[in-house]
């Protein structure tokens, strides 16, 4: 199966061979849980978000003919985004709890603030500034492939990257930013 392409084994996977459904899973699952656990902040949503996204590719009948990573990373950012809307129905404040150790400040470490404060920057962008920044800072897919994945052109790809720094800048700005 390792010598299948992605789309042969998405195929394979409809005429229910789960080898290649398995294989699909081993190399997609720790992509898609990095791009859900940085739009989401909690790694029990992101590995939820990932194990819906991949139930519905293995349930439902898609046509992928090309570019299956572009494919799946637009569902996972689309499940992330789905996730983010049922919490905030319940909880406008869904990022919250993933700051929680600021409880105890002696015992948070100089690292471990810088990179809640990161997160934190990251959570506060909006959706889509936040889904492109992730795909770039991330996952280091280029700007061509993550406007593919987001289904814009190059140019408002750029462009929404260069919102999503500009509005950083801003946040960091504003925060006392431990140097």
Same mark, same amino acid.
């Given at each position: ?7 042969e ?13 398995e +294989?699909? &899973?081993? *190399? ?5 849980f !990095? $791009?859900?656990?940085?739009?989401? @902040?909690?790694?029990?949503? /992101?590995?939820?978000?990932?194990? +819906?996204? &991949?139930? *519905? ?5 898609? !046509? $992928?003919?090309?570019?299956?990573? @572009?494919?799946?990373?637009? /569902?996972?950012i ?6 983010? *809307? ?9 990022g ?7 409880d ?14 990161a ?17 770039i800072?991330y996952?280091?897919l ?12 190059v140019?408002a ?23």
């Amino acid at each position: 199966m390792k010598n299948k392409t992605d789309i042969e084994l998405y195929k394979l996977t409809k005429t229910g061979d789960n080898a290649a459904f398995e +294989e699909l &899973f081993r *190399r997609y699952h720790q992509k898609g849980f !990095n $791009i859900a656990f940085r739009l989401l @902040a909690s790694p029990e949503a /992101a590995e939820d978000t990932v194990m +819906e996204t &991949f139930v *519905r590719l293995y349930e439902a009948d898609y !046509n $992928i003919k090309v570019d299956f990573p @572009a494919y799946f990373y637009r /569902a996972v950012i689309n499940q992330s985004y789905n996730h983010i *809307r049922s919490k905030n129905k319940e909880n406008r404040l869904f990022g919250e709890a993933a700051f929680s150790q600021k409880d105890d400040p002696m015992n948070v470490t100089l690292e471990k603030l810088k990179e809640q404060q990161a997160e934190k920057a990251l959570l506060s962008l909006p959706e889509r500034q936040r889904a492109a920044f992730v795909l770039i800072a991330y996952e280091g897919l280029s700007y061509k492939d993550a406007a593919n994945v987001m289904k814009i052109s190059v140019k408002a790809f750029e462009a929404l990257i260069s919102r999503a720094r500009e509005n950083l800048k801003k946040v960091f700005k504003d925060m006392d930013v431990v140097k």
